[in-house]
């Protein structure tokens, strides 16, 4: 059985004139992360090993997880093939995980998280956002095989604000 956690990057700012993948978070983006931090170490009973696209926004969401869920150096991986934007390529990225590894959970972009979400998932999601967080697990024991998963839960910033 795989699972897997799709987390979509905490809201960027564009307040400085930069490239794409060099945009920061805007502040907002630490109060989500807490947010959705806090309701996830409701499900979370499993170590993960985490996956992060080398967009500045993605990576510092994710280094805010790993710091929280306090994953191991060695469980924290920055790859380079998760800065994707279509389903295609990110799910090419999935199906090479390492069949050892279980619980995965990647930080990333939409629009390619939203409609891997979709395909892969049982539950329709108009949108992931900003720090939108989904699991789905799978039956398959091979990530090259997953298909017709089941959405466990989502966690959208917006589920926990007053």
């Not at 994710?62 to 924290?76: G, I, R, T, W």
């Not at 939409?110 to 999601?125: E, H, K, Q, R, W």
Request: charge should be neutral; aromatic fraction near 12%.
């Amino acid at each position: 059985m795989k699972t897997l956690y799709l987390v979509r990057h905490g809201k960027s700012s564009w307040e400085y004139d930069l490239p794409d993948h060099k945009r920061p978070l805007e502040k907002r983006a630490y109060n989500d992360a807490e947010l959705v931090l806090s309701a996830l170490q409701k499900h979370l009973t499993h170590e993960v090993k985490m996956y992060s696209s080398k967009a500045v926004r993605a990576l510092e969401t994710a280094k805010m997880f790993k710091k929280e869920l306090q994953v191991k150096d060695s469980d924290f991986t920055v790859l380079e093939d998760l800065y994707a934007f279509n389903v295609q390529h990110l799910m090419q990225v999935i199906q090479g995980f390492d069949d050892r590894e279980n619980n995965i959970m990647i930080f990333g972009h939409n629009p390619a998280f939203t409609s891997v979400a979709n395909y892969l998932g049982d539950d329709f999601i108009d949108n992931v956002p900003t720090t939108g967080l989904v699991c789905i697990s799978f039956q398959q024991k091979s990530w090259k095989e997953i298909s017709d998963g089941k959405t466990l839960f989502k966690l959208f910033p917006k589920m926990f604000r007053s």
